[in-house]
């Protein structure tokens, strides 16, 4: 219960107090945590604003009687996470957000706890996000949503963009956090350990405490998902993309041509990426319990523009498949205002003549390739989204792999869980074919 004005304001969560921020110009006014209680308190909105150069003072709720009334709404809904701008004049702004812990906050991190009712629309404003873009793509299925998320990681300061694909707005928001949250967490986790120093880590096999190094030779797959389960879930699936990839380049081994998917392709990509490339379905068998698809984009404008691969694994092939689709546009990266923006050919003629000619030798390469037509593909039967399943591959003659949580304060684990699997298995050396072929070709777009 707190007392403003001289009446009282009855809170229905006695863990929040009402906060006054006296800004520049006008007023920011909430509900917060007890910073003794959990996360988000007043301190970390203050400091998020310092980040953003917008200093702020507490003053006395008492003191604060231009909008009394919000105070009654606010308690209302109980929710920390929304505030009210209030200018000089009166008028208020609503802000809904999704308020972080911040990280040189000293209240109680670790029980950060998410808005009731959350949604991946909500504001990023306090985060360490500093910026959210979405644009939508009109194709025949209906629509494709892509988002670009900006901002650095908490600890190593690096800075890193996103991107993330849905048929909803929220959906492609969602992408684009997640993976910037397992980039920055996995940013964090290389800056704040030291090399050769033990890290402990869980035995994925042996669900046994374990040990790794940074410098270990490995294959790291990168997972988010709602639980610690469900995101070492996704991290299997991004370390069979990664494993087969390298397989398949490292044995010059040819993936099999999908054939048969032009209407298919047609009905789900924007039309400027048709006019633009030809795009090419490619299938990946592997011996996991999931289905690994890539797609290679030639530009049609340009004969020495650099062509795009993207891949993507799920034990559903349809969800792979769409997923693939999914990361053509973000590999082709349109601008934001929403028009394509081709891939500037190479200037120098030397190197335009040698990308021209790489360019042929994909042609070819993709022409050597075996055929399946997509209806086949479509009718691979889906592996059951298990761990169990998984835990008996890795524990059948394969090498080792550990689990490494990727949470920190800074990235809540009840906003998505983040996990590292990493597979300890020596790299083989890559063979020295002009550098065609290989893995270094895909590798910019694994991740
Ligand atoms: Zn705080």
């Given at each position: 219960?707190?007392?403003f004005g001289?009446?009282?304001?009855?809170?229905?969560?006695a863990?929040?107090?009402?906060?006054?921020?006296?800004l520049?110009?006008?007023?920011l006014?909430?509900?917060?945590?007890?910073?003794?209680i959990?996360?988000?308190?007043?301190?970390?909105?203050?400091?998020?604003?310092?980040?953003?150069?917008?200093p702020?003072?507490?003053?006395?709720?008492?003191?604060?009687k231009?909008r009394?009334d919000l105070f009654?709404?606010?308690?209302?809904?109980s929710?920390p996470?929304?505030?009210y701008?209030?200018?000089a004049?009166?008028?208020?702004?609503?802000?809904e957000n999704?308020?972080?812990p911040?990280p040189?906050?000293?209240?109680?991190?670790?029980?950060?706890?998410?808005?009731?009712?959350?949604?991946w629309?909500?504001?990023?404003a306090?985060?360490?996000?500093?910026q959210?873009?979405?644009?939508r793509?009109?194709?025949?299925?209906?629509h494709?949503?892509?988002?670009?998320?900006?901002g650095?990681?908490v600890?190593?300061?690096q800075?890193?963009?996103?991107?993330?694909?849905?048929?909803s707005?929220?959906?492609?928001?969602?992408?684009?956090?997640?993976?910037?949250?397992?980039k920055?967490?996995?940013?964090d986790?290389?800056f704040?350990?030291?090399?050769?120093?033990?890290?402990?880590a869980?035995?994925?096999?042996?669900?046994?405490?374990?040990?790794?190094?940074?410098?270990?030779?490995?294959?790291l797959?990168?997972?988010?998902?709602?639980?610690?389960?469900?995101?070492t879930?996704?991290?299997?699936?991004?370390?069979?993309k990664?494993?087969?990839?390298?397989?398949?380049?490292?044995n010059?081994?040819n993936?099999?041509?999908?054939?048969?998917s032009?209407?298919?392709?047609r009905n789900r990509m924007?039309?400027?990426?048709?006019q633009?490339y030809?795009?090419?379905?490619?299938f990946?068998?592997?011996s996991?319990?999931?289905w690994?698809?890539?797609?290679?984009g030639?530009?049609?404008?340009?004969?020495?523009?650099?062509p795009i691969?993207?891949?993507?694994?799920?034990?559903?092939?349809?969800?792979?498949l769409?997923?693939?689709?999914?990361?053509?546009l973000e590999?082709?990266?349109p601008?934001f205002?929403?028009?394509?923006?081709?891939?500037?050919?190479?200037?120098?003629?030397?190197?335009?003549?040698?990308?021209?000619?790489?360019?042929?030798w994909?042609?070819?390469?993709?022409?050597?390739?075996?055929?399946?037509?997509?209806?086949?593909?479509?009718?691979?039967?889906s592996?059951?989204?298990?761990?169990?399943?998984?835990?008996?591959y890795?524990?059948?003659?394969?090498?080792?792999?550990?689990?490494?949580?990727?949470?920190?304060?800074?990235?809540?684990?009840?906003?998505?869980?983040?996990?590292?699997?990493?597979?300890?298995?020596?790299?083989?050396?890559?063979?020295?074919?002009?550098?065609?072929g290989?893995?270094?070709?895909?590798?910019a777009?694994?991740?």
């Open positions: 219960m707190w007392l001289n009446r009282k304001l009855e809170l229905s969560n863990e929040l107090r009402p906060y006054v921020l006296k520049k110009e006008g007023y006014i909430g509900l917060a945590y007890l910073p003794s959990a996360s988000p308190c007043v301190g970390c909105i203050q400091k998020w604003l310092l980040d953003r150069q917008i702020s003072t507490e003053i006395d709720i008492e003191d604060f231009l009394e009654k709404k606010l308690a209302e809904e929710n996470h929304i505030c701008e209030v200018s004049d009166g008028t208020e702004t609503r802000l999704c308020i972080f911040h040189s906050c000293d209240c109680q991190k670790e029980n950060h706890q998410l808005p009731p009712n959350f949604s629309n909500l504001s990023f306090f985060s360490p996000l500093t959210i873009k979405c644009v793509y009109t194709t025949p299925m209906g494709l949503w892509l988002t670009s998320v900006n650095k990681a600890e190593s300061g800075s890193i963009r996103t991107y993330g694909t849905g048929v707005k929220e959906d492609s928001r969602k992408r684009a956090i997640e993976e910037w949250l397992k920055a967490s996995l940013s986790f290389q704040m350990h030291l090399p050769k120093r033990p890290i402990p869980e035995s994925f096999q042996n669900l046994g405490a374990t040990q790794i190094r940074l410098e270990d030779p490995l294959l797959g990168n997972g988010a998902g709602a639980d610690y389960s469900k995101a879930l996704q991290a299997m699936y991004d370390l069979t990664k494993r087969t990839l390298e397989r398949y380049s490292n010059l081994k993936p099999i041509l999908v054939v048969g032009h209407a298919w392709l924007p039309f400027f990426m048709l633009e030809d795009w090419y379905i490619l990946y068998p592997n996991s319990p999931c690994v698809v890539g797609m290679a030639f530009s049609r404008l340009h004969s020495d523009a650099k691969f993207v891949f993507d694994s799920h034990p559903n092939i349809e969800t792979a769409d997923g693939v689709i999914g990361k053509t590999a082709c990266r601008d205002d929403g028009n394509s923006k081709p891939i500037a050919p190479v200037s120098d003629s030397e190197e335009s003549e040698r990308a021209r000619q790489k360019n042929l994909w042609t070819h390469w993709i022409y050597r390739c075996s055929k399946i037509s997509l209806k086949e593909l479509q009718s691979m039967e592996y059951t989204e298990d761990l169990e399943l998984w835990r008996s890795y524990r059948d003659g394969q090498p080792g792999v550990s689990l490494v949580p990727g949470n920190t304060t800074a990235y809540p684990r009840k906003l998505v869980s983040l996990v590292q699997a990493r597979l300890h298995e020596a790299k083989a050396p890559a063979p020295k074919v002009f550098g065609i290989t893995s270094r070709d895909f590798q777009n694994w991740n």
